[in-house]
């Protein structure tokens, strides 16, 4: 069995009277894919920034290779890669230079550097642009040259939070396959954070579910949808756009579905069951 690598043992983080984190315990092992799954402000990135050693815990702890987050911060960093889901970048350098600069910063020397930044510039695919400059660069070419800022260090760990944001739907399933790719080949354990449940589902191990700060459910998707049809009558509530009256008769007619109706057309993202909490008109 996969060794932990990620863990955290009753983390409390508070805000005055506000609980961000609530008594989380989280086992991610080595080599896997694990999706921190949740809505904006469910306490994802307080968790990250604890794990990294950016803020302090209120109570319990959190460690990364057995090193304690608060205590080893420095030499957590040294073998952690973090992507958030704005990447600062001097705009008026080239991609090339913002690497080596950064690599610098990290103790790479500049020959090694220069070396380093081909190989992960054609890891990301950003070989025809890396000399141009990064004012130049669209959103998802920022966050390419983010991943590959962090490679260059050869992280064994890889923290991401929220990297899809703004970037277009070609680009988002391009950039998946490469965080994917990184786990399976190079077996990087890889930590993302979205609140997009097709995303983590393209690309994670294991999913753990979190809402106003408490881990409500965690297992591979299979064992989730497991646990969520093992419940005897199911709510799920579905806001969609121009739902023809065909698309109705063909779910009505399905044997485990009890009732469809069709109240008002409305766009509007959802989550199901554990993120709502609400009722569906389609009751399986």
């Known amino acids: 069995m996969a060794e932990t690598i990620i863990s955290t043992d009753n983390l409390v983080k508070e805000y005055g009277e506000l609980k961000a984190v609530n008594q989380l315990n989280l086992a991610i092992k080595k080599g896997e894919v694990y999706g921190l799954l949740g809505p904006n402000g469910a306490g994802k990135t307080t968790t990250i920034l604890m794990l990294l050693g950016l803020t302090e815990p209120t109570s319990g702890t959190a460690q990364i290779k057995g090193f304690d987050a608060t205590r080893d911060s420095i030499a957590i960093k040294r073998f952690t ?97 490469l965080i994917r790719g990184l786990s399976k080949e190079q077996g990087i354990t890889i930590m993302l954070s979205s609140h997009l449940l097709n995303q983590v589902q393209k690309i994670c191990d294991r999913v753990g579910i979190f809402v106003k700060g408490s881990l409500l459910a965690e297992g591979s998707i299979e064992e989730l949808a497991a646990e969520l049809l ?48 609400g009722e569906i008109d389609a009751r399986l």
Do not use: H
């Open 81 to 177: 890669g973090y992507l958030p889901d704005q990447v600062g970048f001097y705009s008026q350098r080239t991609g090339r230079e913002n690497l080596v600069y950064t690599a610098g910063l990290n103790g790479i020397s500049a020959v090694e550097a220069a070396k380093k930044a081909v190989e992960v510039v054609e890891l990301v695919g950003l070989t025809n642009v890396i000399d141009n400059k990064v004012k130049t660069y669209s959103k998802g070419m920022r966050q390419r040259l983010g991943l590959a800022d962090v490679l260059i260090k050869e992280p064994e760990i890889i923290i991401l939070d929220e990297p899809t944001i703004g970037i277009d739907p070609t680009g988002i399933n391009e950039f998946l396959t």
């Open 230 to 277: 093992a419940q005897k009558e199911i709510d799920l509530s579905v806001k969609v756009k121009d739902l023809s009256d065909q698309v109705i008769k063909k779910i009505s007619a399905l044997d485990e579905v009890i009732k469809v109706e069709k109240q008002e057309n409305l766009l509007d993202e959802i989550y199901q069951y554990y993120f709502t909490g």
